[in-house]
């Protein structure tokens, strides 16, 4: 027989993931169970978020599950951006987690001359 203790929340979504269209996109988290109390929702707290390249922005929960962060400008096109949340600031979290994406990349519609 097994048994398994899960202490504290998990998180259970990343988001965004892959490329990316939305110059301003939502960066979020999604944990299993709430991780903090009613209080704090829709409330701007310290970053937990370390966005490389940097991005200017704030952080608030969303619920009691989702954790956000909201980015004051528009994203860099054509650029990969690496997210981690760092686990000090999110009680109960063991270690940091981290994820990429990037930014979509412009496209050539037109050029002239068209043939060369």
Do not use: C, Q
């Amino acid at each position: 027989m097994f048994l398994f203790i899960v202490a504290g929340p998990y998180i259970i979504s990343l988001s965004p993931l892959g490329e990316v269209r939305d110059k301003k996109p939502l960066i979020s988290v999604t944990f299993s169970e709430p991780a903090v109390p009613l209080d704090v929702v829709e409330r701007e707290i310290e970053n937990p978020f370390i966005i490389l390249p940097p991005v200017p922005g704030r952080a608030r929960w969303m619920g009691t599950r989702t954790l956000v962060f909201i980015p004051d400008t528009t994203l860099t096109p054509a650029t990969r951006y690496t997210v981690i949340l760092n686990h000090e600031k999110i009680k109960g979290l063991k270690r940091d987690t981290s994820w990429t994406f990037e930014t979509e990349r412009p496209e050539v519609r037109r050029s002239i001359p068209a043939d060369g």
